[in-house]
């Protein structure tokens, strides 16, 4: 069974930083690409940033570059987020979410498997 | 950047109805379409990739159709777990999400 468990989310003051995690079991981590999308509360989904299975290709959102960085390590079936000078418009549900491939280019990018989230709320 | 637009934001269904969605896009995106439910407080579920692919284990009551700018997504018979907000979303190398359709019990 696929499992994705997001960690690392919690209340933080404008400016500062935050890393999440992303700890998958389930499927062969290094097969696929990964994704962090965000959900405002009571808003839409929001694809933030992705990267690919070797992390050859990384993309990111406009609202995030320069911010976030996005990294994997395939040794420990882990995703990670590092998420630095944090506005209150970064407050959300961040999910972890597999992609169908190993890359997300080129029209590949489906996200079939996502975790329960881990919220980050920006504030002073 | 591509932008999804849905239509409608919201709509009021019964039990056995056949409901349609729309997904606009701004530009061209062949076949590149995922559509996805949400229910309150729980993740996405991927229902149909592709445009018209269905999602293992979706019920085939699901279809998507549409290339280019316009995709629809189909629920043949309202199920009453069917319930729950609807969105598209672009496959391309920045995916975009629509902004989403509620589903709701008329």
């Known amino acids: 069974e696929v499992q994705l468990v997001e960690s690392g989310g919690g209340l933080v003051q404008p400016g500062r930083s935050l890393r999440l995690s992303c700890a998958a079991s389930g499927f062969t981590f290094d097969d696929y690409a990964m994704h962090w999308v965000r959900q405002a509360p009571g808003k839409g989904l929001e694809w933030v940033s992705g990267?690919?299975?070797?992390?050859?290709?990384?993309g990111y959102a406009d609202s995030v570059k320069g911010r976030f960085t996005i990294s994997r390590d395939n040794a420990k079936n882990s995703l990670y987020l590092q998420m630095n000078s944090l506005r209150a418009e970064d407050t959300a549900l961040y999910y972890c979410a597999k992609d169908r491939m190993g890359y997300c280019s080129g029209g590949s990018c489906y996200f079939d498997y996502w975790g329960q989230g881990t919220l980050v709320t920006v504030s002073s | 950047d591509i932008q999804m637009t849905q239509s409608p934001s919201s709509v009021s269904a019964s039990v056995g109805d056949r409901v349609t969605i729309t997904c606009r896009a701004s530009?061209?995106?062949?076949?590149?379409l995922a559509w996805y439910q949400q229910k309150p407080g729980k993740a996405p579920k991927l229902l149909i990739y592709?445009?018209?692919s269905l999602q293992s284990g979706v019920p085939s009551r699901f279809s998507g159709s549409g290339s280019g700018t316009d995709f629809t997504l189909t629920i043949s018979s309202l199920q009453p777990e069917d319930f729950a907000t609807y969105y598209c979303?672009?496959?391309?190398?920045?995916?975009?999400f629509g902004q989403g359709t509620k589903l709701e019990i008329k």
């Open positions: 990267i690919s299975w070797n992390s050859g290709s990384i």
């Open positions: 530009q061209g995106i062949s076949s590149w």
């Open positions: 592709a445009a018209s």
């Open positions: 979303q672009q496959a391309n190398s920045f995916p975009a």
